[in-house]
């Protein structure tokens, strides 16, 4: 049985990955942290902390999961160049996975658009459109964001790729990576139902992680691809 504590507790995310965590057997929520509460409260309590609050809080508990040794998923978007950095120096001392996006298909995603860009090389070009609910605050979504980081590695690109940010609704989550060259194009798309997707990730991730060596992680080598 894994010990979870979860931060952003009230949150969408948060809720559903309480929602999800009771028809988890493997894992079991020991403490739920929002606005207000005090992680350090609870956190002996827990083998792994998965954060959803807010990429403004994110290092704060980082440094705290540091402190006490506990393993840590972090699920928070809009981190800059600068935040990742941050976190990332605390990989020597605990294991972290940090991900955009927890669902199994959108890191299938991933990697299909690793290998579509390889295969079809430059001579095509790309364009990235994510739509979601009218409430989220980032734009592009850390999703696109790996997406367009995937493509400017694979074809080795230092130009920033074309992202079209749509919110509108109440839209979960819709990825769509466009490959257009002379006389075809191809798209790849992946569209999330419900949240349930993202929270049965990062629950696998949580129990993958607990006993993994100190280091940084993504949500693909959870899932082995």
């Known amino acids: 049985m894994t010990k979870i504590i979860i931060t952003g507790s009230k949150g969408r995310m948060g809720r559903?990955?309480?929602?999800?965590?009771?028809g988890y057997p493997e894992c079991?929520?020991?403490g739920q942290i929002d606005q207000g509460d005090d992680l350090r409260s609870v956190i002996e309590q827990g083998d792994v902390v998965v954060d959803f609050s807010s990429h403004s809080a994110t290092l704060d508990i980082v440094a705290l999961c540091a402190e006490h040794k506990k393993a840590l998923v972090i699920g928070t978007?809009?981190?800059?160049?600068?935040g990742k950095s941050q976190i990332a120096e605390f990989k020597s001392r605990v294991p972290i996975v940090l991900s955009s996006n927890f669902s199994t298909g959108v890191n299938t995603l991933f990697w299909l658009t690793r290998k579509a860009a390889e295969i079809l090389g430059p001579g095509?070009?790309?364009?990235i459109i994510e739509i979601h609910h009218r409430?989220?605050?980032?734009a592009p979504s850390g999703t696109a964001k790996t997406l367009a980081d995937v493509l400017k590695t694979v074809q080795k690109i230092q130009s920033e790729i074309p992202i079209q940010s749509i919110r509108e609704g109440d839209v979960v989550g819709e990825h769509t990576v466009i490959f257009k060259g002379a006389g075809e194009c191809l798209e790849?798309?992946?569209?999330?139902?419900?949240?349930?997707?993202?929270?049965?990730?990062?629950?696998r991730a949580a129990k993958w992680i607990v006993d993994k060596p100190p280091g940084l992680y993504s949500m693909q080598d959870v899932l082995g691809l």
Do not use: M, P, W, Y
Request: glycine share 8%; aromatic share 4%; proline share 0%.
């Open 188 to 203: 790849l798309t992946h569209r999330a139902a419900n949240r349930g997707i993202f929270a049965l990730g990062a629950l």
């Open 16 to 22: 559903t990955l309480i929602s999800c965590a009771s």
């Open 135 to 138: 409430l989220k605050r980032d």
């Open 124 to 127: 095509f070009d790309l364009e």
């Open 28 to 30: 079991q929520v020991v």
């Open 77 to 82: 978007t809009g981190h800059s160049d600068e």
